[in-house]
């Protein structure tokens, strides 16, 4: 490893956190500040140029993303608003890919079409990070989360096949309709059955182990082992990896023991922050050589591309939302659709919303190099500078309006209905542990004491609460239990110190220590003050 290798990599790792940093103490969400902070990097004296092999970046950064998106998505969420998402995720990414191709192709000089659509199928897609972030932060209602998310875990495939057809036709000189149209469905079909596949094998074979970091392994690769046999037999990469995460969400809770999902949950979150802060920080480290081989456009002429490509993509999302939605009620008046229709400031909202993001980042960096005739890819740089553009101005400009906008068009969710389900799933639990108790009473490994001290403790969670919900009458259960809880944290805390003094004191090992502590944290993680 040289070194200037090694200066990417401690510039990168410390650039991250650091910034996460930054965004936390600013009270945003950290892309906002990924996005800004990236801009000056590559211009930093003595840092040096960073290439990126194109085929690679899809490859590497796409997989993991999709999936655990997919992972831990509401399925029952997805069907319900499955009209609504798929609107969104193919006639809206269609309409953005043409309406972008079409205003680049006539405003810059030069670019031929096969390249203007690569260019309008990269900034098609919309990234929920920072949208339903801000979005919770707020308090919007769940549906309206649920739609902004459920768009952007499908309009990626919508795009990237998209992208794929209009990429060959750039380095490949031709295209057919009729072809592409025909490579669309059989993509579609195939990236689904191969993800279903890929999803039931690693179920399968998670379903009989008991080893955390196993398992854990298998679901890091699980998005690659669905993307990379889809991409190869010439599906879609990312609906397979997309069907593959919510096959395999569906079943966690039946596959997987607690200590595998509490720690997966925390390697995902690591990795999804780390990949996204990463393909940020690569494209400002390329900014400086991009710019330097757009030295033929000037400032004003860069400026203006970037501003009527920024004004489209934004345009194209109001446009949609306010006029297909309205075109569907009239030929669709079923009282189930009725209820469920959405006023003009929920939809207003949305159209703020459509920032782009990480697949945006990794699609402009993959465009290739050459085509087949070995000319250059047509204004490679010049798209990437736009796609950055697009990044830039939805993630910032967007992200830091919307809180405004939503607090000015009062799009809140008073939480009651989340709340209600929240409480009944509670009380049910608890009426099945306290069946389940009466049931174990005679056995002969039980003893009546033990059986009668836990079911106390149900009885009274469930009678807490109960009383929420308005069942049964309220005996202050809130205050005892509160009590009880701050009781236990000094507990806990107590029994900390005293691990630390015998570790400091070397009377225990630094292990024993750990072991001890895990299951404190445990415990203490249960309580809720």
Known sequence: MDNETELVLLGLLVAVPAFAVLA?????????????GALPLGFIPGMPEVELDPDLVLVIFLPPLLYVASFFANLRDLRRDARPIGLLAIGLVALTTVAVAVAAHFLIDGLPWAAAFALGAIVSPTDPLAATAIARRLGAPRRWVGIIEGESLINDATALILYRVAVAAAVGGTFSALDASLEFVASVAGGIAIGLVVGYLVSRIRARLEDPPVEIT?????????YLPAEELGASGVLAAVTAGVYLGWLAPRISSANVRMQSTAVWEFIVFLFNGVLFMLVGLQLPSILEDLDGNGTGELIGYAAAICAVVVAARFAWLFTVPYLIRSLDRRPSQVERRVGGSERLAASWAGMRGAVTLAAALALP??????EPFPERDLLIFLAYAVVVFTVVGQGLTLPALMRRLDIVDDGKDEETEELLARVAASDAAIARLDELADADWTRPDTVDRVRRSYGFRRSRFAARTGEIEDRDYERRSQSYQRLLHEVIQAQREVLLRLRDDG???GEVM??????????ENRLEI
Request: proline content about 5%; hydrophobic content about 45%; charged content about 25%.
């Open 507 to 509: 009377e225990i090992s």
């Open 369 to 374: 190099l050459t085509t087949d005739a070995g």
């Open 218 to 226: 298998i679901s890091l690769f699980t998005g690659y082992a669905a």
């Open 24 to 36: 936390r103490a600013l009270d945003v969400p950290y892309p906002i500040v990924l996005v800004i």
């Open 514 to 523: 750990r072991r001890v502590e895990r299951e404190l944290d445990l415990e």
